[in-house]
Antibody, heavy 115, light 112 residues
């Protein structure tokens, strides 16, 4: 049974760096074709795709946020980590991780950016 | 960047009646491997999105057969044959052909 869960701070200050962790089970990032992605959703707004990492460490980023994002994997821990630098109040959102087919999602974690 | 445009943005529907949502992409979604990575997801209030349809017309396991997808190239459609109360929420189309992914703006389906 596939499951994903996001963890990280609920509140960050402007200009700080956000680090989120996606811990998953039921699949392995060592398996060919497998990937894990991050998506966010500001309150009351649409989904926004952020980044994706594949089993072979191929990484994809949203063009508009590429300079601020880094996605990494720890295969031994079944974790994918997303860092976003220079946080701003407009980055306040629920952040989700999902498998690369988007058939399985975590419950999401709300991150508020405020001083 | 690929832009995904959904119409309508809001759709009041009657229980038991059909509903349809369109999605247009700014570029062809045909991948070099021959597949078209166009999906449809439903997000109910307070919940994460749920995958309904992948690669244009394939229902994800557990998705009722009243949901169907069609289209090709840049034009795609999600149809609900008979709307049920549990179908209320926001529907998103999403492309995963280019770069990593892009979502549409969402279509809110509510009961009249």
């Amino acid at each position: 049974q596939i499951a994903l869960k996001e963890s990280g701070p609920t509140l960050v200050k402007p200009t700080q760096t956000l680090t989120l962790t996606c811990t998953f089970s039921g699949f392995s990032l060592s398996t060919s074709g497998v990937g894990v992605g991050w998506i966010r959703q500001p309150p009351g707004k649409a989904l926004e795709w952020l980044a994706l990492i594949y089993w072979d460490d191929d990484k994809r980023y949203s063009p508009s946020l590429k300079s601020r994002l880094t996605i990494t994997q720890d295969t031994s821990k079944n974790q994918v980590v997303l860092t976003m630098t220079n946080m701003d109040p407009v980055d306040t959102a629920t952040y989700y991780c999902a498998n690369s087919g988007f058939g399985h999602w975590g419950q999401g974690t709300l991150v508020t950016v405020s001083s | 960047d690929i832009v995904m445009t959904q119409t309508p943005l809001s759709s009041p529907v009657t229980l038991g009646q059909p509903a349809s949502i369109s999605c247009r992409s700014s570029q062809s979604l045909v991948h070099s491997d021959g597949n078209t990575y166009l999906s449809w997801l439903l997000q109910r209030p307070g919940q994460p999105p749920r995958l309904l349809i992948y690669k244009i017309s394939n229902r994800f396991p557990g998705v009722p057969d009243r949901f169907s997808g069609s289209g090709a190239g840049t034009e795609f459609t999600l149809k609900i044959s008979r709307v049920e109360a549990e179908d209320v929420g926001v529907y998103y189309c999403m492309q995963a052909t280019h770069l990593g992914g892009t979502f549409g703006q969402g279509t809110k389906v509510e009961i009249k």
